[in-house]
C-alpha cells in the first residue's frame, strides 16, 4: 500500500469518527443540561473531544504523508506520533476537567439528576455506535499499521465505558442518591486515565528510539540467508510502521563486492518480509574473524 492511499484511508475513517463524534456530543449535551445530570455532561464533553481529537489527527495525518524532502530525508511518519500525544494531551485536560466538577458536586452535595427511559434509549445507542466506531477504527488501524488509528479507536472505547456510567448516572436520579452521579464522573476519569497513559506509553517509546524488534529474531532471520555467517550490534527504533534497524553481518573473507552486494540485499529484503513494519535497514559487512559487539 502506498503512502499517499494508506493516508487516504486512514483520512476516511478519520472523517467517519469526527461526524459520529459532533453528533453525539450534541445529543448527550442536549440530555445532560435537560436532565442535570454531570455523568451525562462529562460524557458529552468526553464525546466532543473525540471530534477534537479527530480534527487534530486529521491535520497530523496530512503531515505526516508528506513525501520526504531535504530537511526530513527520512519523510514525515513522526508527525504522525507527535500528533497521537497531543490526543493523550487532550485526553488528560477532559479528564481533568471532569474530576473537578465531580469533586465540587460531592462537596456541595449537589441534587440527583431527572430520570427518563427515552435518555438512557438515546444514550444506549450512543454506545452502540461508539462500539461499532471503535471495532472498525481499531481494525483499520492494524491494517495501515496506524498509531494514530489505534489511540483515536482507544480514545472512542473509552467512550463507550463513559456512557454506560452516565447511564447508571441518571438511576441515581430514579433511586433519589444524589451522590452517585458525581461518583460515577469520577469513574470516567479513571477509564480516561488508562486511555492517556496507554497512548502516552507508545509516543514515548517513539520518541526515546526504544527498541523496537527482539534482536534475536533478527539475527535468526539474517544468518538464515546464504552467505550470512553471523549478525551482531544489532539495533531497531521507531514507529510501529516506520521500523529502522542496524546490523552487522560477517561474510567470507573471498567474495566479490558484488557477491557481498547481493547478500546485502538478500538481508534487506529477508527482513522486511519478515517484520512488515520495517522501512529502512542499515546493513555493514566486515569478515568473520572479527569480535562480535553486542546488540543493543
Known amino acids: 500500500m502506498s503512502e499517499a492511499t494508506r493516508a487516504a484511508r486512514i483520512r476516511r475513517v478519520l472523517l467517519t469518527a469526527l461526524a459520529c463524534n459532533v453528533l453525539l456530543a450534541g445529543l448527550k449535551f442536549v440530555i445532560g443540561w435537560r436532565l442535570g445530570s454531570l455523568g451525562v455532561l462529562s460524557d458529552a464533553v468526553h464525546s466532543l473531544l473525540d471530534g477534537a481529537a479527530s480534527v487534530i489527527a486529521l491535520i497530523g495525518i496530512t503531515a505526516a504523508a508528506r513525501p520526504p524532502d531535504p530537511e526530513h530525508p527520512y519523510g514525515h511518519r513522526k508527525f504522525e506520533i507527535l500528533t497521537t500525544i497531543v490526543v493523550a494531551g487532550l485526553l488528560f485536560l477532559s479528564a481533568w476537567e471532569i474530576l473537578g466538577a465531580a469533586v465540587s458536586r460531592l462537596l456541595h452535595q449537589a441534587p440527583a439528576p431527572h430520570f427518563t427511559w427515552l435518555a438512557v434509549i438515546l444514550l444506549g445507542f450512543g454506545i452502540l455506535i461508539n462500539t461499532l466506531l471503535s471495532n472498525w477504527e481499531k481494525r483499520a488501524g492494524l491494517e495501515v ?48 486515565g488508562r486511555a492517556i497513559y496507554e497512548i502516552f506509553l507508545e509516543g514515548v517509546k517513539v520518541v526515546s528510539d526504544a527498541t523496537r524488534l527482539d534482536p534475536a529474531l533478527i539475527r535468526s532471520v539474517a544468518e538464515k540467508v546464504e552467505g550470512v555467517r553471523g549478525a551482531h550490534a544489532i539495533r531497531s527504533h521507531g514507529m510501529q510502521n516506520d521500523i529502522h534497524i542496524d546490523l552487522h553481518i560477517q561474510v567470507a573473507d573471498q567474495l566479490t563486492a558484488r557477491q557481498v552486494f547481493e547478500i546485502e540485499n538478500r538481508v534487506n529484503q529477508a527482513l522486511r518480509e519478515s517484520f512488515p513494519g520495517v522501512t529502512h535497514v542499515a546493513l555493514r559487512h566486515e569478515p568473520g574473524d572479527l569480535p562480535l559487539e553486542p546488540d543493543a
Open 145 to 192: 499499521s496506524s498509531p494514530l488509528l489505534l489511540a483515536d479507536a482507544a480514545h472512542t472505547r473509552t467512550d463507550v465505558y463513559s456512557s454506560v456510567l452516565a447511564i447508571a448516572s441518571l438511576g441515581s436520579g430514579a433511586f433519589g442518591i444524589p451522590w452517585l452521579d458525581p461518583l460515577l464522573a469520577i469513574g470516567i476519569v479513571l477509564f480516561l
